[in-house]
């Protein structure tokens, strides 16, 4: 059975609008930030033993920390994650053997809190604040995903928090993992007070609890709240999702408007064109088009072949949501870089060329050519590279592809790079199964 969660998983930081911070009573710049940077580890666990009533389950856990400067005073903000006793003789024994029923030895829920503590310059403790989630059920705080400014006029931080119930049912499956996590952002007011920091949690407006799990979003039910008060949570949702949908549908207009017009008839609604190449495939002395279009949320990208009737007119050939890649699209194949490199175009034939270079790197190309016969793009070859360093050295290995001996007809449109379409001889030749 696999665990409910894994400690540290999943840190989404939303870290992009701290860089531009430079004025106000508050600042949370991320550029400046160490792992060097006070407190360390062993003094945030100093702190929550001996002044916290930590309960000695194992170390707290410290996400990314974060310099906090209130009129040109520097502090520290160090988000922790651990479990507070309830009595000062309580005891919580961490159970090793049943970890994923989350309870300490003792028999008591181990409920982990989420907590934010501050250090002034000197790495002095000066001020601490528990996250309030007043949820019916016990809970386990296991990430604080993302901290970010509300106001800097009013020393106003929004924060991020992630739990889940602790009596819930366990993950079966790894794509289970994550499926009952709840995630909740609050507003906080800090202030300096003869040295020592002092939090205000503020419920009024984004409610408690609630399911708003981003920065942005927490700061535009603000902005909704300050025009329209008293508004439920469906209804400050539904608002905010409103203002969102507004914002795309005005970045699409603007992207739409970027596009050379002849291609605009070929950029679906709720995708911007992000690359084009022109070619002749066929030699027939007018130019084809291939394009790329990425979709506003950035989930997936779509390839659209396109041939030419005239310099400014085309019809669509071929058209595939899967071939090519990008770095959070909805397949098994994820990537912390930008994985598309380039569409290769030749007579009748393009290839579609992804990669990740690094120790540990891959490359998947895709051909397809034209076929007179059945008047579509169909599968003609499959490049798979891969290499890493390991213990011993260098390890790759490559494997190409080929219809009939390795794959049957298939065509741009029904070709899934996830999907099992190679003969059960070509995956064992390459690995690809245990047969």
Same mark, same amino acid.
């Given at each position: 059975m696999l665990k409910k969660m894994v400690f540290g998983l999943i840190m989404l930081l939303c870290l992009s609008a701290w860089a531009t911070v430079q004025l106000g009573d508050l600042k949370l710049p991320n550029v400046d930030w160490k792992d060097t940077y006070w407190p360390d580890k062993t003094a945030v666990k100093t702190v929550a033993d001996s002044k916290l009533n930590a309960? +000695?389950?194992?170390?707290?856990?410290?996400?990314?920390?974060?310099?906090?400067?209130?009129?040109?005073?520097?502090?520290?903000?160090?988000?922790? &994650?651990?479990?507070?006793?309830?009595?000062?003789?309580?005891?919580?024994?961490? $159970? =090793?053997?049943?970890?994923?029923?989350?309870?300490?030895?003792?028999g008591q829920p181990n409920v982990q809190g989420c907590h934010l503590m501050f250090f002034d310059a000197q790495g002095k403790w000066v001020g601490f604040h528990t996250m309030q989630i007043k949820e019916g059920f016990p809970h386990y705080c296991n990430a604080m995903p993302a901290v970010g400014i509300a106001n800097k006029s009013k020393n106003e931080l929004l924060v991020t928090m992630q739990y889940f119930l602790i009596d819930g049912a366990n993950?079966?499956?790894?794509?289970?993992?994550?499926?009952?996590? =709840?995630?909740?952002?609050?507003?906080?007011?800090?202030? !300096?007070?003869? @040295? *020592?920091?002092?939090?205000?949690?503020? $419920?009024?407006?984004?409610?408690?609890?609630?399911?708003?799990?981003?920065? &942005?979003?927490?700061?535009?039910?603000?902005?909704?709240?300050?025009?329209?008060?008293?508004?439920?949570?469906?209804q400050l949702m539904a608002e905010v999702d409103k203002h969102n949908q507004a914002k795309t549908d005005a970045r699409e207009q603007a992207a739409r408007q970027k596009a050379p017009a002849k291609y605009r008839p070929w950029i679906a609604?709720?995708?911007?064109? +992000? /690359?084009?190449?022109?070619? $002749?495939?066929? +030699?027939?002395?007018?130019?084809? !088009?291939? &394009?790329?279009?990425?979709?506003m949320d950035k989930s997936f990208r779509r390839l659209v072949i396109l041939k030419?009737?005239?310099?400014?007119?085309?019809? *669509?050939?071929?058209?595939?949501?899967?071939?090519? =890649?990008?770095? !959070?699209?909805?397949?098994?194949?994820?990537? /912390?870089?930008?994985?598309?490199?380039?569409?290769?175009?030749?007579?009748? *034939?393009?290839?579609?060329?992804?990669?990740?270079?690094? @120790?540990?790197?891959?490359?998947l190309s895709y051909?397809?050519?034209? +076929?007179?016969?059945? *008047?579509e793009w169909q599968l003609v070859g499959v490049d798979q590279y891969s290499g890493n360093l390991t213990d011993s050295g260098f390890e790759d290995r490559s494997c190409t592809f080929k219809p009939r001996k390795d794959f049957g007809k298939i065509s741009l449109e029904n070709f899934v790079p996830d999907g099992d379409y190679l003969t059960p001889s070509a995956k064992k030749r390459c690995g690809l199964s245990g047969d």
């Open positions: 309960v +000695s389950t194992r170390a707290p856990q410290t996400p990314i920390g974060f310099r906090l400067i209130i009129d040109d005073a520097l502090y520290y903000i160090q988000p922790t &994650l651990f479990m507070l006793k309830k009595n000062a003789d309580e005891v919580c024994t961490f $159970d =090793f053997k049943n970890s994923d029923s989350y309870r300490c030895v003792e993950a079966k499956e790894i794509a289970e993992i994550g499926s009952g996590w =709840f995630r909740m952002t609050s507003l906080f007011r800090v202030k !300096a007070v003869n @040295g *020592k920091i002092e939090v205000e949690q503020d $419920d009024a407006c984004l409610g408690n609890p609630n399911r708003i799990d981003n920065i &942005l979003d927490a700061r535009t039910a603000l902005k909704v709240c300050q025009k329209q008060a008293n508004l439920s949570q469906s609604s709720g995708f911007t064109l +992000s /690359s084009k190449e022109e070619h $002749d495939f066929d +030699s027939d002395g007018i130019r084809d !088009a291939v &394009l790329v279009l990425e979709s030419g009737v005239n310099d400014n007119t085309f019809v *669509k050939t071929g058209e595939s949501d899967q071939v090519v =890649f990008c770095e !959070a699209c909805g397949t098994s194949i994820r990537t /912390s870089e930008d994985p598309f490199k380039e569409v290769v175009l030749g007579k009748n *034939k393009f290839t579609v060329i992804n990669s990740v270079q690094g @120790g540990d790197h891959w490359e051909s397809f050519a034209w +076929s007179r016969i059945d *008047k």
